[in-house]
């Protein structure tokens, strides 16, 4: 009877960190909900080996608004695509620990359209960025198939912004934009 509730226990407390492993990741958001950990769409990982895995995140957003009586619009549509290699250094030696430490970069790439009219000035404005995030964190397994995750992330990229007007001559800034001392709180959920 001992060995069965032992080897329960340790079915339970068992971390699912293997090739062909993969998890739907959450971020805590306000008041507790839940959102994408990287992207603001869907995030997931996938293990190659126990201790290596892809992190991709896709975040997807549009909006349109209309003013009343005053025959103004916007649109706005966008997309962002976060890409990450992730290492477990010390997993090797200690793969039967429920506390893993990580760490991770990787490509990032986005798009943003805005267009608005109706106004005194109708302008078009394209936004783009290339570039590189990285990540260090731990992953806390509650259960064989649930953790949770701490993180610090950081990203630099490389931004152009072009608005053209309909009666003038367009705008175009080019930038490089640090992002950093971003910290998470996470959810991974493993199938």
Partial sequence: MSQVQAQETSE????????????????????????????????????????????????????????????????????????????????????????????????????DLTSIEGTDEDRTRWQWGLGASGTIGAEWFVHSRISLNGTYETSLRFQQHRVAFEDREDQTENFFRLSSGRARLGVSVYF
């Fill in 12 to 111: 339970e407390t068992a971390i699912p960190l293997e090739e062909g492993a993969w998890a739907l990741q959450f971020a805590a958001g306000e008041n507790l909900t839940l959102a994408s950990l990287i992207g603001s769409t869907i995030s997931a990982k996938k293990h190659t080996s126990a201790a290596r895995a892809w992190q991709f995140g896709l975040g997807v957003n549009t909006f349109v608004a209309s003013g009343r009586n005053e025959g103004r619009s916007r649109d706005q549509g966008g997309i962002e695509i976060t890409t990450r290699y992730l290492a477990y250094p010390l997993l090797g030696d200690q793969d039967s620990e429920t506390v893993q430490l990580f760490l991770g970069a990787g490509p990032l790439v986005s798009f």
